[in-house]
């Protein structure tokens, strides 16, 4: 295990930077998925965005000579499944929950992966890091309100979100060091336009009943009529997911996953200031301190290793 790790380069500062700009980037891109959701379905969202992203990402690899060669074949497939369940879980949650609180309810995940990285692959995780963790849970816990009339059991399917992104996680820093982040990316965006164009056909032959569609339009409605204002934001969004999943891989490969992961909870900050932009949503103060907890339990985490210059 020892040598594992020493194999494993610690670039901390750089991992941190990256994944602060790819969170708020792809803060942005789910506030104008949220935005949508009500027009087009989770599956358009899919197709949509990935047509324009893959053409980039395929751009990208060969100016950069990287090539479509996957090193890791198999691990790769698992991790795009994995980050596919993530995000239809997180977008078939915003017509019910608000951004900022679907947020949080997916960004317990960085007490999962600080979790699945000592059991799993053995990175060393420091006292003070776990304590970090430990505020961060509180944090989310004060924005979350579970037992008020506040607390939503919508919350569970982001939830469920976060176990699947921390695995994912894991298994980027484990299993998928050696492929490139404009791999992964690819791979990425190809699982979600075949997952969303099978969707799209499955829905059309079995044709749902009205109620159904009609209780959860985001999941089971029909292809909605899309015109240039959509296809400009699908475009738009395609191309920041397209950065955000090289980011996120990235920060994974060079840094260790506890210390990313309480970065990552800058996602909710982002969160927050979108939420507010597109739809007037406002924090209370219980959600204020929450993400203060969260920002906190982020340098406390992060601080020893920047410390030791990793």
């Not at 090193?71 to 790769?76: G, L, V």
């Not at 990316?185 to 056909?201: C, K, M, P, Y």
């Amino acid at each position: 295990m020892a040598h594992l790790e020493a194999s494993r380069p610690q670039q901390t500062a750089l991992g941190i930077g990256i994944i602060l700009a790819s969170v708020l980037t792809m803060a942005f891109a789910d506030a104008v998925v949220k935005l949508v959701s009500a027009d087009i379905t989770v599956w358009q969202v899919f197709v949509a965005r990935s047509l324009f992203a893959i053409p980039i990402l395929v751009v990208l690899l060969l100016a950069t000579g990287v090539g479509l060669r996957l090193r890791a074949a198999k691990w790769t497939v698992v991790r795009s499944a994995l980050l596919l369940l993530t995000w239809l879980a997180l977008y078939a949650s915003f017509p019910v929950l608000s951004l900022s609180v679907a947020a949080v309810a997916v960004y317990t995940n960085p007490i999962m992966i600080a979790l699945f990285s000592a059991v799993l692959i053995g990175e060393p995780v420091s006292p003070r890091q776990w304590g970090g963790v430990i505020i961060g849970f509180f944090g989310v816990l004060s924005i979350l309100k579970p037992g008020t009339d506040a607390f939503s059991w919508f919350t569970l399917l982001p939830l469920l979100g976060a176990g699947f992104y921390a695995f994912a996680m894991v298994l980027t820093r484990s299993k998928c060091q050696e492929e490139a982040p404009l791999t992964l990316a690819l791979a990425l965006h190809s699982a979600f336009l075949a997952v969303g164009t099978g969707a799209v056909l499955f829905l059309m032959l079995i044709g749902l009943d009205a109620d159904a569609v009609a209780a959860y339009p985001f999941l089971f409605g029909d292809w909605g009529p899309m015109g240039v204002e959509e296809w400009g934001l699908m475009a738009l969004i395609g191309a920041l997911s397209a950065a955000y999943f090289m980011g996120v891989a990235r920060a994974y490969q060079i840094a260790a996953p506890p210390i990313v992961a309480t970065f990552d909870y800058a996602y909710l900050i982002s969160a927050a200031l979108w939420g507010f932009v597109f739809f007037s949503e406002t924090p209370d103060r219980l959600t204020v301190c929450g993400m203060v907890l969260i920002t906190t339990a982020g340098l406390l985490g992060a601080t020893p290793a920047i410390e030791r210059g990793d």
